[in-house]
């Protein structure tokens, strides 16, 4: 960023929807790293930029759904997805994922909600998913996101995938200090049509830098008035910057497969440290994390004292006691249960996880 500022060459205004040279920038990376078994490329013409992967998403929506439409959303979910369906007046239909699977779909279940659906007038608009997740700290294998996305091309209708923790997967299990390997929905042959939004913030670190992006994979060209519809909205605010537009193509192109794995290890050695000590713990009932920054652990309530009737209640009184802050899964559709950061220094979550143990012997009956 200071070589761009110090270019002079980012002080004038540009195309809303991103430069040309930082669109391929972004083409060729989610190529490169993503989607690189599928026989038609990304170029420039599939990206537009956005402020976060926050807005990118929000960008995607109000192209795709308005007032008096339903869209698909998971639960567990990021709370942001109902405060966007809120925004835009659009009705939330919400398909399970399972814990005892890894978090997958219940595609029996999703089945069923798109068939009640037609029988009451096809309003369901498009479907949302978020692979690798936040909360749940899943990855789901290639089959399963095949799965959904051939789901979604029988049933004709457009997928949105939030990947934003795409690339930040790993096996807790694994001796291998590699990453587990993340499957886009842009890697599956399909003719559905796909909106993929991503950004810079969690796998380069700098989430307060709101660069992220919308990539449009559209075999039959049926989803060609949504995304210029998404063009026509990123002239609300003419973002990103200029100065971050410049300096991701050299992000992008230039980092060192180095800095990729010093992350994933941070990532996976803290995700292994939680879960092997929490699932000894009684009343803890932790999920295998496998991908992204967070886990999520789902409390057996009957374990606990009174005091200790739900997510809210266990967090609040961990905080108070402890000092240590976990989120509450109630704001993620996701009750009796919290969620973990698993991207702090070991030797914080170390001594964070003595807290949790010593606050859970304290608690429980």
């Not at 170029?43 to 537009?48: G, L």
């Not at 402020?51 to 929506?61: E, K, P, Q, W």
């Not at 029988?154 to 390997?181: C, K, R």
């Not at 994390?289 to 009184?317: C, T, W, Y």
């Amino acid at each position: 960023m200071t070589e761009a500022v110090e270019t002079t060459r980012c002080n004038g205004y540009t195309s809303s929807l991103g430069t040309p040279d930082a669109r391929a920038a972004v083409a060729a990376y989610w190529t490169r790293w993503f989607a690189p078994s599928e026989p038609t490329k990304l170029t420039a013409a599939d990206v537009i930029l956005a402020s976060g992967c926050s807005d990118a998403l929000s960008i995607v929506m109000g192209a795709l759904v308005g007032s008096g439409d339903r869209i698909l959303l998971s639960q567990p979910l990021f709370p942001q997805y109902t405060v966007l369906a809120d925004y835009y007046g659009v009705e939330p239909v919400f398909y399970d994922c399972d814990p005892s699977k890894e978090w997958e779909v219940d595609l029996v279940g999703l089945q069923a909600l798109l068939d009640k659906d037609q029988q009451e007038g096809r309003k369901i608009k498009a479907m949302l998913i978020n692979n690798p997740s936040n909360p749940c700290g899943s990855n789901w294998s290639r089959s399963h996101v095949e799965a959904v996305v051939k789901l979604c091309e029988a049933n004709g209708i457009p997928l949105v995938s939030d990947e934003i923790y795409a690339g930040m997967t790993f096996d807790i299990h694994s001796p291998s200090p590699g990453a587990s390997p993340f499957t886009s929905v842009a890697d599956i042959a399909s003719t559905a049509t796909r909106f993929i939004v991503s950004g810079a913030s969690k796998r380069f670190g700098v989430p307060g830098d709101r660069l992220g992006w919308i990539l449009q994979v559209d075999p039959t060209g049926r989803g060609a008035k949504v995304f210029k519809g998404c063009g026509t909205l990123t002239g609300r605010f003419l973002l990103p910057h200029t100065v971050l537009q410049r300096s991701i193509i050299q992000v992008l192109q230039e980092t060192d497969e180095s800095y990729y794995n010093h992350a994933l290890g941070v990532l996976k050695k803290n995700a292994a440290h939680l879960y092997e000590e929490l699932r000894a713990v009684k009343g803890l009932e932790p999920v295998v994390p496998a991908g992204g920054m967070f886990m999520s652990v789902r409390l057996h309530i009957p374990d606990f004292k009174e005091e200790i009737q739900n997510g809210v209640d266990f967090a609040g009184l961990l905080a108070a006691e402890e000092n240590v802050h976990v989120f509450p899964g109630d704001p993620f559709r996701m009750p009796n249960a919290f969620r973990l950061t698993i991207s702090r220094p070991s030797d914080i979550t170390e001594e964070s996880t003595r807290r949790i143990v010593a606050f859970c012997k304290r608690h429980t009956q």
